[in-house]
């Protein structure tokens, strides 16, 4: 990849010197790019604005006030403060649907440095860059933003994208200060104002994300496929807010994924495929109830290996008979490391989350298969005795380390026994996916941009479900 992108030019030196700027020009002329880049600007959302400049407020609620400066869109907005220690990858951080209604704080002094690059998509017709199509973030908080940006994938500023999202963003405040009352305090409600002083009559007005269903308005309204030219595996995989990169690690491994809503009854095609997965997704685990019940069903009547990350790991605990809890300012970082209670290994691990899964409440079948080196918490569990298991990190790690993406290939190797002892007690039984099924389906999410009508992704969802079914069957 790196020879296709620069490639190393032997200089012989010569007795005459040539002009700086004829030099530069030259280097300029042998340092070549990827030319198959998209490089035109992204679609501006209903909600885009100027990018703002004015003076800007963060207020925590019921704590400090930090004063800075705007440099997203010219709005207000309210949300849960969370902080996240990554130093790099904030165009993947903000793009992942685990973020929505969150108001995120970056603790790595400049973000902005590389620019945002564009909507370019790879080989599966996945974005190459993003999470998700969208800005899930409500609100942007950094000690100082970089206005000029260098890389050779970006097409706009920290700043222009955020106001071209509609999404608020200051910088010049103190986030040590931030962080530190939030670990002490705990995640916080607040508000980021523009142009605006604070005023504490408008303490009643924040909005709790915690009080919303955010998975329902994340999820695909409707299913998709993603192909895989690389093998002839089909996975199901629930939608509580998937990030592009877990989709690409297994249609990259071989395994097709037809993408259902969360809230599909997948119990009843679950026969239809070699796998289920369940995906990431933002809130309060508890809100899922309709998926906790199909995931139950589908351990009751099926023998199909099941995996599960982040909030998918939270479900299949609940639908097990598990508790969650709620933890005091959540594990955002790239950086965490968690140890293989089956190996004895550590693996240092990316990581998105404010609950976990209370492991003293796990059935006699499961137990504990991963545990946080740095609070205790549970970071996966695997039944004893079925392919089912899942990570309260992300394997698929985008940014991050990939310690733990030999996950997938354990997964996978589980699909691919279940289906051999599938065909083998039933050789006419075909899991692939079927070419209506590739035609019918979209490619990608239905449904999902933030300001989207609701009821044009319920409408479409009324019907594509069951045509997905059918031609699964």
Wanted: proline share 7%.
């Amino acid at each position: 990849m790196l020879a296709r992108i620069f490639r190393p030019v032997a200089f012989q030196a010569r007795r005459t010197c040539k002009p700086p700027v004829r030099m530069a020009q030259t280097l300029r002329m042998l340092a070549t790019v990827e030319r198959n880049t998209p490089r035109q600007m992204p679609v501006s959302r209903e909600k885009a604005t100027p990018a703002s400049h004015d003076r800007a407020t963060f207020t925590i609620r019921n704590g400090p006030v930090f004063s800075g400066k705007s440099f997203g869109a010219r709005a207000n907005t309210s949300g849960e403060a969370v902080f996240t220690t990554s130093l790099v990858g904030y165009p993947e951080s903000l793009t992942d649907p685990s973020y929505r209604g969150q108001i995120l704080v970056f603790t790595q002094p400049l973000i902005g440095n590389y620019g945002v690059p564009s909507m370019a998509r790879d080989e599966y017709g996945l974005l190459k860059y993003f999470e998700s199509p969208n800005m899930q973030a409500t609100g942007v908080v950094v000690g100082d933003v970089a206005e000029q940006y260098s890389h050779w994938t970006a097409v706009e500023s920290l700043g222009d994208w955020c106001a071209r999202e509609g999404v608020p963003a200051i910088s010049g405040v103190d986030t040590r200060a931030i962080v530190t009352f939030l670990r002490e305090r705990g995640s916080s409600l607040a508000r980021i104002t523009i142009g605006e002083e604070y005023d504490a009559d408008q303490d009643e007005a924040f909005v709790d994300p915690e009080q919303i269903n955010l998975v329902r308005r994340v999820s695909t309204k409707a299913p998709f496929h993603v192909n895989s030219p690389e093998g002839d595996l089909h996975v199901a995989v629930i939608d509580c807010g998937v990030k592009e990169n877990i989709l690409r690690s297994l249609v990259s491994r071989g395994a097709s994924v037809t993408t259902f809503p969360h809230d599909y009854p997948i119990h009843r095609v679950a026969h239809h495929f070699d796998g289920i997965f369940v995906s990431n997704g933002p809130g309060d685990p508890t809100h899922c109830q309709d998926t906790v019940y199909h995931l139950r069903k589908v351990m009751d009547t099926s023998q199909v290996p099941v995996m599960g990350i982040c909030l998918g790991h939270q479900l299949l605990a609940l639908a097990a008979g598990a508790r969650t809890v709620k933890l005091k300012y959540g594990n955002r970082a790239h950086n965490i490391p968690a140890l293989d209670l089956t190996t004895g290994r550590c693996h240092i691990t990316s990581q998105n989350h404010g609950y976990a899964v209370d492991t003293s409440t796990l059935p006699n079948e499961w137990k504990e298969y991963f545990v946080n080196l740095n609070d205790s918490s549970n970071e996966g569990m695997i039944h004893k005795s079925r392919p089912i298991f899942s990570t309260q990190f992300h394997p698929e790690a985008k940014g991050g380390p990939q310690d733990s993406a030999y996950l997938f290939d354990s997964y996978l190797w589980s699909v691919r026994k279940y289906r051999q002892s599938q065909s083998d007690f039933r050789p006419e039984r075909d899991t692939k996916p079927s070419p209506l099924l590739v035609d019918l389906l979209s490619k990608e999410r239905v449904g999902v941009a933030p300001d989207a009508p609701a009821r044009r992704g319920v409408r479409q969802a009324q019907n594509v479900p069951t045509a997905a079914a059918a031609a699964a069957a």
